[in-house]
DNA sequence: ATCACTCATGAAAACCTTTTCATATGGATA
DNA sequence: TATCCATATGAAAAGGTTTTCATGAGTGAT
């Protein structure tokens, strides 16, 4: 069935040696104008493919990468995949994905297996802040990218969105629009990504001269049903009557939950409350009303981990040489954000 | 660095032969228990660990398996992948996932890779119903499972769902809730699922002995767009007096811009018109009204595919042998489908 | 004590490339 | 014409396993 033609047998066709054919196919020495042919018609002929392990063995190195995710399903997720398998097809190199449904020893597995496939390189997004599975790879001479979480125990090559400054953005835009007692959401604690956000907000707060009121936050967890709870938690600490009128949700999957919720009891989104939510998931777009958010360019974050990646793999793969890229936000303006709407509008 | 300690290192670390290593490590043969001991004292001294190249070169084979889907963030395809995942990591066998984006030379493409990855097998859902990729692996002697969408020019074996019992239940739980002109959404044409759900449709009206009616279907895309292009497309050839009060929609991803295009429109769902989709997708829980659909068991599809396709490999290597596992499905009530509400509730 | 046989082990081949090193050929230079 | 170099090519080694085949030691039977 499979292709057993073998190097060996293109030369035998060519009446060339093995050596030869080799040369010819990598092009890594020269060889005359009529050898080449014949190797080129001989490789046709036979429909030659050469063998994916021999060459492995011989120049150890798998031309195969990994990339680990918390959440395949997850939209950002998907979208950043997306983004960095689109760049290695390019180079013609392979991907194997890793998805450890945020649990840690899930990713301490993949690892693992990336280990054994021998990968060339490797582009996390850890699950935790601590990076056990990032330093694996580090100590297996694995060059290594960390994309959207900073590994906070650390240096290592980043990709990052500029998270702080998008919790100013969607603070101020808040603001903008008239919110003057604006609370916050939070993300679960030890993930960079959620950690700048809040940042953002308070800085925000303070520079316009508001001061800080803690029980304006809750915390959450990233999840839709841990946004619900939030939600319902700011309710008890403020009652209905002291209600933030806006609310900073570190995520768009929570600020849905909050949405949700809110329908539940009655408070009407945007008119009383108005939301800011942050990934611009597909999911934002579709619901009722639909999701104001801080946009980060995603796709392009897998493109650019992808080449940071190759040219440690190919250029300097001295893993001491760290840098980092932080990406600019935007703010997509949608309807949840249009606080008192009824007021001004109609 | 990497471990440059190969089998020979043990061999001579625990006084043996690299080929009484092989035989311990991988079972292949009887050693007595005095130098077992002994080599296994080595491995963990020195850390070995198998060099995977020069195993798959001498096997022949990659312990790699690929899944092919058409879009990774579909939380349909990354629920099935996850059922594949963990049950090849169960057999401690690696995965390379691959989105087609819907496109079919992507999906070629991806084909080509997998092959020159040297997979040992792998899970498709064909982009279309024409199945070259498919067949490309079939010629090259790799063992394939088809999964959700069947192939249609070729005998293989594949992991379903009842599509057509889902139409019917969907059809039959419009008409329990009181429709009495209902519609359909089809999906892309061409493939098997969105055929045999249209096919269930059909089925249902003759059993209950009603007439099939042209102007109640409308042609649509699998896509949020494309669900509101459809219903609009309904609406333009029934009036607004004679539109359907109740459409099946081929799935859940249409059905929300149906949701979303009635609203525009002023049309109450589920109070002047029920739907019903299928997949029973995160968002489908999310959306308000929550939407009524036909859920099948996805991540069971995936491990049953993994299941058949190692079957497939390590016992009856004859793609001739095909079979076919056809999985039920069942209704996920909620309240996009509770027609009339308004009249019988409250 | 010899033969037949089992069982554990080692040597070497095989898997298929890539790459180093050596060689032959031809052309240019002295 | 002899010498030197560059260039194209081939032979062989290396990469790290697994597996076949051979061998040697031990066991039980005659």
């Given at each position: 069935m499979?292709?057993?033609?073998?190097?060996?047998?293109?030369?035998e066709?060519?009446?060339v040696?093995?050596?030869?054919?080799?040369r010819?196919?990598?092009?890594s020495?020269?060889?005359?104008e009529s050898?080449r042919?014949?190797?080129?018609k001989?490789v046709?002929d036979?429909?030659y493919?050469?063998?994916?392990?021999a060459?492995?063995?011989?120049k150890q190195?798998?031309?195969v990468?990994?990339?680990?995710?918390?959440?395949?399903?997850?939209?950002?997720?998907?979208?950043?995949?997306r983004?960095?398998?689109?760049?290695?097809?390019?180079?013609?190199?392979?991907?194997?994905?890793?998805?450890?449904k945020g649990?840690l020893?899930?990713?301490?597995?993949?690892?693992e297996?990336l280990i054994?496939e021998?990968v060339?390189?490797?582009i996390?997004?850890?699950?935790?802040?601590?990076v056990?599975g990032?330093c694996?790879?580090f100590?297996?001479?694995?060059?290594?990218?960390?994309v959207d979480?900073?590994p906070?125990?650390?240096?290592?090559?980043?990709?990052?969105?500029d998270?702080e400054?998008?919790?100013?953005?969607?603070t101020q835009?808040?603001?903008?629009?008239g919110?003057?007692?604006i609370?916050?959401?939070?993300?679960?604690?030890g993930?960079?990504?959620?950690?700048?956000?809040f940042?953002?907000?308070?800085k925000?707060?303070e520079?316009?001269?508001?001061?800080f009121?803690?029980?304006?936050?809750?915390?959450g967890?990233?999840?839709?049903?841990?946004?619900?709870?939030?939600?319902?938690?700011?309710?008890?600490?403020?009652?209905?009557?002291e209600?933030?009128?806006?609310i900073?949700v570190?995520n768009?999957?929570?600020?849905?939950?909050?949405i949700?919720?809110?329908?539940e009891?009655g408070i009407?989104?945007?008119?009383d409350?108005a939301?800011v939510?942050f990934?611009?998931?597909?999911?934002?777009?579709?619901?009722?009303?639909?999701?104001t958010?801080?946009?980060?360019?995603?796709?392009e974050?897998?493109?650019?981990?992808?080449?940071?990646?190759l040219?440690?793999v190919e250029?300097?793969?001295?893993?001491a040489?760290?840098?980092?890229?932080?990406l600019?936000?935007?703010?997509v303006e949608?309807?949840s954000?249009q606080y008192?709407?009824?007021?001004?509008?109609?």
């Amino acid at each position: 069935m499979g292709d057993e033609v073998t190097i060996m047998d293109v030369a035998e066709a060519a009446g060339v040696s093995p050596s030869t054919v080799s040369r010819v196919i990598n092009d890594s020495a020269p060889v005359s104008e009529s050898t080449r042919s014949k190797v080129v018609k001989a490789v046709d002929d036979l429909g030659y493919r050469p063998n994916k392990f021999a060459h492995a063995l011989r120049k150890q190195t798998s031309e195969v990468f990994g990339v680990i995710v918390p959440d395949i399903s997850n939209p950002f997720f998907s979208t950043l995949i997306r983004g960095a398998e689109d760049r290695f097809h390019e180079n013609d190199l392979s991907l194997i994905i890793c998805d450890t449904k945020g649990e840690l020893d899930k990713e301490q597995r993949n690892v693992e297996m990336l280990i054994k496939e021998r990968v060339d390189g490797a582009i996390v997004t850890s699950a935790e802040g601590e990076v056990d599975g990032i330093c694996r790879l580090f100590e297996e001479g694995i060059p290594v990218i960390a994309v959207d979480r900073e590994p906070t125990s650390r240096e290592i090559t980043a990709v990052l969105t500029d998270d702080e400054g998008s919790g100013v953005q969607a603070t101020q835009h808040l603001m903008e629009k008239g919110c003057r007692r604006i609370g916050f959401i939070r993300g679960p604690s030890g993930i960079s990504t959620a950690e700048k956000r809040f940042a953002g907000y308070r800085k925000s707060l303070e520079e316009s001269g508001k001061t800080f009121k803690p029980e304006l936050v809750a915390q959450g967890d990233f999840t839709f049903e841990g946004g619900k709870r939030a939600f319902e938690e700011l309710v008890r600490l403020n009652g209905r009557e002291e209600l933030p009128d806006g609310i900073v949700v570190a995520n768009d999957m929570m600020a849905v939950g909050v949405i949700r919720k809110a329908e539940e009891l009655g408070i009407e989104v945007p008119e009383d409350l108005a939301l800011v939510g942050f990934d611009d998931i597909l999911l934002s777009r579709l619901i009722n009303p639909p999701l104001t958010t801080v946009s980060a360019p995603t796709y392009e974050m897998g493109q650019i981990a992808v080449d940071f990646l190759l040219e440690k793999v190919e250029v300097d793969r001295d893993m001491a040489n760290s840098r980092k890229k932080v990406l600019k936000t935007h703010l997509v303006e949608r309807r949840s954000s249009q606080y008192g709407a009824r007021r001004n509008g109609y």
